[in-house]
């Protein structure tokens, strides 16, 4: 099985070429959080351009409370990234089992479980990235504001797929009680999201 951390280390151009191949890693749940990171990083570019200008001086702390959270957002999203290639890697691998195995129905269910983490994850994440960049509308440099717009642009385009790689993988679990929980976390989402 292929480490996540390799997608991590390799170019741009590579990242897109493995994103474009027949792979299913990496896929649509770890380009979800990778665009979750990029609306982060767009967060920190535009608290370092007001950092430090007399005409946002009102909104120094804020800018700069904003610039430490996002850039621990952006690694919290990379995180999300790596483990949802290897999440769904166990997936694959929960299907390689011989089927005369006692266990491997559950082993499945298992590791469908165990995918909707990742996704979950990245939306939490996304969410506080949208919340930081909404807060900012205003309060920083005005200059900037079309990437603070696109930062929340992408937030909200980075839940909306995460949300959608927590519901195939809730369409095959078996379980109703931890489909209760999720499926009502979902429900509660709509709104923050809007």
């Known amino acids: 099985m292929e480490k996540s951390q390799d997608y991590f280390s390799c170019t741009l ?4 070429e493995k994103l474009a191949s027949g ?24 608290c370092n351009l007001t950092l430090g200008k007399d005409a946002y001086s009102e909104f120094e702390d804020l800018n700069l ?13 990379k995180i999300c990234a790596e483990n949802d290639i290897a999440a769904y890697n166990r997936v694959m691998a ?35 990235v949208l919340k930081l960049a909404r807060e900012l509308i205003n309060k920083s440099n005005r200059n900037a504001s079309s990437d603070l717009y696109s ?26 009680e931890f489909l209760r929980v999720k499926r009502s976390w979902l429900a509660e989402l709509k709104g923050e999201i809007a």
């Open 13 to 16: 151009d590579e990242f897109l």
């Open 151 to 176: 930062a929340i642009f992408l937030a909200k385009a980075a839940i909306s797929c995460a949300i959608e790689n927590v519901e195939i993988n809730l369409a095959l679990i078996k379980d109703p």
């Open 23 to 46: 792979s299913a890693t990496p896929g649509g749940g770890s380009a979800a959080a990778l665009t979750g990171a990029m609306a982060a990083g767009l967060v920190s570019m535009v």
């Open 65 to 77: 409370d904003s610039l430490r959270k996002s850039q621990e957002l952006i690694h919290a999203l």
């Open 94 to 128: 929960a299907f390689k089992i011989p089927k005369s195995q006692d266990d491997r129905s559950e082993k499945i269910q298992e590791s469908y479980k165990n995918a909707v983490v990742p996704p979950e994850q990245t939306v939490e994440n996304c969410l506080e």
